[in-house]
């Protein structure tokens, strides 16, 4: 089963709102990642979590993350149509593997 | 500017002929990786080398292949496409760092027909 499994699935906001992705995991992790992928495209790093952090902040990017539950969210502030992809957790627990979860496919409406 | 490059973007091959896509990288990073990414799925790692090492996961089948002949190509053989292994092929890279940020490519969209 996957270790990252975003909520919602999709995500449809008008410009200028903010959206909010979460993300849980099973098991404990080194730290978690955000992606982007525009659609047909590669992945894009967005911001990196450390366990031991709580918070992280990235231009209009907000990361947060709760070790206790095992969960983390990516707040999009201001959003852009521009800001129209999939974002995606990822959970890194050690060596050279990173899981990835669904993702959640954002549309922006200008 | 330092980056990592797939070719072709686009493949299309038969059913059961051999297709092989090509990754590379300027950023000198000695992990790479390939992933085959489903519509509207997670990216699913197949397998990664460490320099020349190469590590194949639990559920890559046998179809599936690599090779890196040096620190900047790695190469991506499917020996016999059937029609479940049209996807999205994601070549990513990252330093040794304990951290494990990834560069991905712009992919290659296999179409087997």
């Known amino acids: 089963s996957q270790q990252g499994e975003e909520d919602p699935q999709a995500l449809s906001i008008q410009e200028g709102e903010n959206a909010t992705m979460n993300c849980s995991y099973k098991?404990?992790?080194?730290?978690l990642q955000w992606y982007r992928q525009n659609s047909g495209r590669g992945l894009v790093h967005l911001i990196l979590?450390?366990?031991?952090?709580r918070e992280k902040h990235s231009g209009r990017l907000r990361v947060t993350l709760d070790t206790s539950k095992k969960s983390s969210s990516l707040l999009i502030t201001a959003s852009r149509a521009a800001d129209t992809a999939s974002y995606f957790c990822?959970?890194?627990?050690?060596?050279?593997?990173?899981?990835f979860g669904a993702g959640t496919r954002l549309f922006v409406k200008a | 500017d330092a980056m990592v490059i797939q070719n072709p973007r686009y493949q299309v091959t038969q059913f059961g002929k051999p297709v092989t896509l090509s990754c590379s990288q300027t950023?000198?990073?000695?992990?790479m990786y390939w992933y085959q990414q489903k519509s509207s799925q997670a990216p699913k790692l197949l397998f990664h080398?460490?320099?020349?090492?190469?590590?194949n996961e639990a559920d890559t089948p046998d179809n599936f292949q690599s090779r890196r002949p040096n620190t900047s190509f790695c190469f991506l053989d499917i020996r016999s496409p059937g029609l479940g292994d049209a996807a999205m092929y994601l070549c990513?890279?990252?330093?040794?760092?304990?951290?494990?940020?990834?560069?991905f490519g712009p992919g290659t969209r296999l179409t087997v027909l």
């Open positions: 990513a890279t990252s330093r040794v760092s304990g951290e494990n940020e990834q560069f």
């Open positions: 080398y460490y320099d020349k090492d190469f590590n």
């Open positions: 990822a959970t890194y627990t050690g060596g050279f593997k990173t899981i």
């Open positions: 979590i450390r366990s031991n952090e």
């Open positions: 950023l000198n990073h000695n992990v």
């Open positions: 098991t404990s992790i080194n730290n």
